[in-house]
């Protein structure tokens, strides 16, 4: 009995040893986590295994890995996407203060300089890369559950839904910060009305010279959204095309034109959307300034290098499409002809 | 420029040394029967779908509008309005009434029952089928109204030809598709048209007119939204750059108040038309027209002197209201989580919105940015005559014109950010081209015309045309005129201006204009060749019914589709629920006449998720979500045997993805191996067990022996199985729709037997 009673005592002091030491860790990561200007808790090879190698710690780790000097490799977004990671993590913080999931996951990164160890323990060997260790999982390996840091996951709400799933747990609502900052409104605020009163002075009493009554300045705005909007300008924004690619067989080549209808690059946008401006201008200029010249030789000069510059431009752009997309444009016109 | 313009057009009349009047008359006449012309080939253009194939609806969305035309011509407007559809969304059904926009069904409701008043025994889809082509040469017509509201006769006539024709309509207007979009373009262009005339007449009688054809456009298309805020911008922009007067104020205030009352009429619309960010701003510019209209009424009143000390004291102590005002409604769209504004909306503003916050929205194809070749493809030649549009507009620029450009300025900015607005750009990129064809015809002609008169016969041709000229249609020029020269002597006015015609009159030299004009001709054609190829070839598919060329040179029909809906029809129950993915809900309502359980109106998430979660799920499961569903069909569209690319095993990953949104045990990984989706002997355990998979390859290995997935490209990876929940009831001839039946419950005699021994 004696014994029993023994035994059943050590068990509970020994479990409760173990929860005070989970305690522990748990109260140094919140600890950690509130000292951290961002919400993820930086760490390096200690740091991870003493935090993730227990069998039963009560608690899921998101991990980031990071590489200082890769930061500045554009295409990588490396910055980007710890900027989403940071928003997540705040946005989860603040959204489960004091709540029970508070200590249900917590965000880290991992630099490569100071965990060269763990990125090698996590077999990882490209960057963006990300980790989901689930609570209470055994030794760490490569075999934990990687977080595909795709196109759909690439944003604070994106990852939020992949946490969301792993923990059962609601991450709430992100906390974007406005991309005007509340002290910078104000300023425009103010800039605003302190200005008003002379534009309105302007435009109610002298209301004829200023830039809003210049007509050649809304021309030229007209006609340059026209060509920005027709050399597929928005799709290179939305899209983020670059102007160039480097071609694939040849790498010190570059490719500036892309065959294929759904996809364009910046700089084939532009050349083609000139050449549908152009022409316009041109016949603008034919059909407006030409006619008050009188002297018949600088008509006919013009006119030829217009003309000729427009059919150019035409026959090119039709080329260009026919080679991009592929269609076959033919009339119809009767087989006798033919 | 005036010049070439009035040239131009009787350059449209006929020579210029006939008398006035009946140059006028003989004008009026050619300008008729041109615009007679253009209305049928605007209807003709686009009757290739029906010589091509046959005179059926198309595509998905027609069908319902084409269930809701016949529902209306059976029951009667007022039944209409209160239908609440039980056939669809099982067990909960439709509010149809109160979610459509009317104005498409009952204008081919109208047209069908004047046919019928007149014995003329069409049928309703007959109707429907033709209400696009109609309507695309009403648009025509109003196209040249607007026009030659802009810039005269000759501009309009070419702007009309222009869009009957252009690509970007057709694809919306071919006979048997039945949509919105069919009659809103003619809504929207006759409704600028009407807001032009009323700008260019002031006149009370169009700014009425001009509201009900806004209320025309509400009624057809949520795109009115872009109506009234172009046209708010538009009147901002002249208040702004000085050119208040009270033709815009008759033009803006009444369409503000009448336009917003009665769109509040459609229910499908309601209190948003006061409630939505979408609708603020006219609101804003209606108060500011009023304090400009305030402000001029005291310029008028007071000296020059005491007007600027005024608005100085004014502008010094009464700011301040003003910015209340604003920061009160900056607080309000703020407090809102969307500021007000709905997402596709958003999505315009901040172009990079959609595909950041709303993948749905970003998804679909026709919100995607359109790259150059779709500007060619879409309005062709008209992208490089738009820009000598742009300049004619601004010399010189009127109140008609400047609306103009700024019409095409925001709508060619808005189809940069979604490929669907490309065609609320087409009109105005046909206003534009047609105005610069016009002038650029009207140029080249002229120096051709004139080229050999001398000074004095060139003079009295002046002086003729000056004197047309006082009684010119364009009325727009004249009151412009009138409104800002100061009286002069009438003299001395005529003697200037035959000054200014003489000098305008100097042409080019001839042979080269002969080439300018070749070579505009040879652009017309192209444009021509091009839209008709793409009416014929691109854009008059009904999906419906596919054909393809066989290796002989013939034609063969796959009409699946309809074989199936026939067969629902004909050999299940009047009550019967079948099931199948959203997109062929519309379908099944409309030519089987089953109960859906869900359809293309994909208002209803959870719902769409159940069932993308039965098609997710394993056998049994499944049957038991369809059986709590009351289904007793399910069918499934299957590509593989011929080779039809957008089959449900194609779109299965948005069905796992919408179903594990709502129901978390479908996990889309569990369906990929390695991130790639697959069928063949790779795939993993789920994909191979679930219910899509086993509907759209039961005894699939039969029928070509090896299974061999056309469409994939690779052999299946379970060939023979057997269904335990579902049995085949029928194939159709290509296997492109496959109908299941649903096993009834197992029976329950035995176990009900061994119950009763226990009692």
Redesign the interface.
């Known amino acids: 009995m004696g014994r029993g009673c023994a035994i059943a005592l050590a068990l509970v002091l020994f479990f409760l040893a173990i929860a005070i030491g989970e305690d522990d860790r748990v109260s140094d990561l919140l600890r950690r986590q509130a000292g951290s200007k961002d919400g993820i808790i930086e760490l390096d090879d200690t740091g991870i295994r003493h935090l993730a190698a227990s069998a039963n710690r009560p608690y899921a780790l998101l991990v980031f890995f990071d590489a200082h000097h890769l930061r500045e490799r554009s295409g990588l977004k490396l910055d980007e996407l710890r900027g989403e990671f940071s928003l997540l993590a705040r946005s989860y913080i603040k959204n489960n203060a004091g709540g029970s999931g508070e200590s249900k996951i917590f965000f880290c990164a991992l630099e490569f300089q100071r965990a060269q160890a763990s990125f090698a323990m996590f077999g990882v060997n490209a960057l963006p890369h990300a980790r989901f260790l689930a609570p209470g999982s055994g030794p760490l390996n490569a075999s934990e559950s990687m977080m595909?840091l795709n196109d759909?996951v690439r944003?604070a709400?994106g990852m939020a839904a992949y946490v969301e799933?792993k923990i059962?747990h609601k991450v709430g609502a992100i906390d974007r910060p406005p991309l005007v900052s509340r002290n910078q409104l104000l300023l425009v605020?103010a800039a605003a009305?302190v200005a008003?009163?002379y534009v309105?002075?302007k435009?109610?009493?002298e209301?004829?010279d200023t830039p809003?009554?210049n007509?050649?300045l809304?021309?030229v705005?007209?006609?340059l959204?026209?060509?920005?909007?027709?050399?597929?300008?928005?799709?290179n924004?939305?899209?983020k095309m670059p102007l160039f690619m480097p071609d694939r067989n040849d790498p010190s080549k570059i490719v500036a034109f892309y065959q294929g209808?759904?996809?364009?690059l910046g700089a084939?946008?532009f050349a083609?959307?000139f050449l549908?401006?152009v022409?316009?201008?041109v016949?603008?200029f034919?059909?407006?300034v030409?006619?008050?010249i009188?002297n018949?030789t600088t008509?006919?000069a013009i006119?030829?290098v217009g003309?000729g510059v427009?059919?150019l431009?035409?026959r090119w752009?039709?080329a260009l499409?026919h080679w991009?997309?592929g269609?076959e444009?033919?009339?119809?016109l009767p087989r006798g002809w033919l | 420029m005036e010049r070439g313009k009035k040239i131009g057009s009787t350059g449209v009349g006929g020579g210029a040394l006939v008398s006035g009047s009946g140059k006028r008359a003989f004008g009026t006449v050619l300008a008729a029967l041109i615009l007679c012309l253009i209305g049928i080939m605007a209807f003709s253009i686009r009757l290739f779908s029906v010589i091509k194939y046959e005179s059926v609806i198309h595509e998905f969305d027609p069908y319902f509008n084409y269930r809701v035309t016949k529902y209306l011509t059976k029951a009667g407007i007022y039944e209409f309005w209160n239908w609440f559809d039980d056939r669809t969304w099982y067990p909960l059904g439709r509010v149809i009434g109160g979610t459509v926009y009317p104005g498409l069904t009952i204008t081919a409701g109208t047209m069908w029952w004047i046919l019928n008043a007149f014995n003329i025994p069409l049928s309703v889809e007959t109707v429907c089928v033709f209400t696009a082509p109609i309507f695309s040469s009403f648009a025509a017509w109003a196209t040249y109204l607007l026009t030659s509201e802009v810039k005269g006769r000759g501009a309009g006539l070419t702007a009309a030809a222009l869009l009957a024709m252009v690509p970007s309509y057709i694809s919306r207007s071919v006979a048997g598709s039945y949509d919105n979009e069919a009659v809103a373009i003619f809504a929207l262009i006759f409704t600028f048209y009407l807001y032009v005339k009323t700008l260019n007449t002031g006149s009370l009688f169009y700014a009425t007119l001009n509201a009900l054809a806004y209320f025309y456009m509400v009624c057809s298309w949520g795109g009115y939204t872009f109506i009234i805020n172009l046209i708010p911008m538009h009147v901002l922009l002249c208040i702004v750059t000085g050119r208040y007067s009270s033709r815009l104020y008759i033009a803006y205030a009444p369409l503000v108040i009448l336009g917003t009352l009665l769109a509040a009429l459609v229910p499908v619309v309601g209190f948003n038309a006061v409630m939505t960010s979408e609708h603020f701003a006219s609101f804003l510019v209606f108060v500011i027209i009023h304090v400009a209209a305030l402000a001029h009424y005291i310029k008028r009143v007071l000296s020059p002197k005491q007007y600027s000390t005024a608005v100085s004291f004014v502008i010094t102590f009464g700011m301040y209201e003003p910015a209340a005002l604003i920061a009160i409604l900056a607080a309000m769209v703020a407090a809102s989580p969307t500021k007000g504004w709905s997402g596709r909306s958003l999505s315009l503003l901040d172009p990079t919105y959609a595909s950041k916050y709303i993948p749905i929205i970003a998804s679909v194809s026709e919100h995607q940015p359109p790259t150059w070749p779709s500007y060619f493809m879409d309005i062709n030649v008209l992208a490089f005559l738009v820009p000598a549009g742009i300049i004619a507009c601004f010399l010189p620029l009127s109140d008609s014109s400047s609306f103009v450009v700024l019409y095409l300025v925001t709508s060619v900015y808005f189809s940069g950010v979604m490929v669907r607005l490309m065609l609320v750009l087409a009109p105005a990129a046909c206003v534009l081209s047609g105005i610069a064809l016009s002038e650029a015809f009207a140029v080249l002609t002229r120096s051709i015309k004139y080229q050999d008169l001398s000074e004095a016969s060139l003079l009295a041709a002046v002086d003729s045309t000056a004197t047309l000229n006082s009684t010119n249609e364009n009325e727009a020029s004249v009151k412009e005129v009138k409104d800002k020269a100061p009286k002069r002597g009438k003299k001395k006015t005529v003697e200037k201006e035959v000054e200014k015609k003489r000098k305008r009159l100097l042409g080019l030299p001839m042979e080269a204009s002969a080439v300018g004009i070749l070579l505009l001709i040879i652009m017309g054609s192209f444009y021509v060749v091009h839209c008709v190829w793409a009416a014929a070839e691109a854009y008059s598919a009904p999906s419906i019914v596919l054909t393809s060329q066989t290796p002989d040179g013939g034609l063969h029909v796959f009409d699946d589709f309809r074989e199936a809906y026939a067969w629902l029809n004909h050999n299940t129950g009047e009550d019967d629920k079948v099931a199948s993915w959203w997109d062929y809900g519309y379908q099944t309502t409309a030519m089987a006449n089953r109960t859906v359980i869900v359809d293309n109106n994909t208002w209803n998430n959870t719902h769409i998720a159940t069932v993308g979660t039965a098609m997710s799920s394993p056998e049994r499961q499944a049957w038991e979500i369809f059986q709590s569903l009351d289904v007793k069909y399910v069918f499934v569209i299957f590509g593989g045997l011929v080779g039809y690319p957008s089959d449900d095993i194609n779109k299965f990953l948005w069905m796992v993805r919408i179903g594990g949104g709502v129901f978390p045990h479908i996990r889309e990984p569990d369906y990929l191996r390695d991130g790639h989706y697959r069928i063949d002997s790779q795939a993993t355990p789920t994909m191979l067990n679930c219910l899509m998979y086993k509907l759209s390859y039961y005894r699939f290995a039969e029928a070509d022996g090896k299974g061999y997935d056309r469409v994939r490209r690779t052999e299946i990876g379970k060939k023979y199985f057997k269904l335990n929940y579902f049995e085949e009831v029928f194939t159709t001839q290509h296997w492109m729709v496959r109908i299941y039946k649903l096993k009834p419950p197992r029976n329950l005699v035995s176990a009900v037997k061994s119950k009763k021994r226990f009692l």
Do not use: N
Request: glycine share 10%.
């Open positions: 595909e759909m944003s709400e799933s059962r605020a009305i008003a009163p309105l002075k435009l109610l009493i209301g004829k809003f009554h007509s050649k809304w021309c705005g007209a006609l959204v026209y060509f920005f909007s027709v050399a597929g300008g928005m799709h924004i939305i899209r209808s759904g996809m364009q084939e946008g083609v959307g549908y401006t022409v316009g201008l016949v603008a034919i059909t407006h030409l006619v008050r009188k018949k008509h006919r006119l030829l003309m427009c059919f431009a035409v752009v039709v499409d991009k997309t269609y444009i033919h009339g119809y």
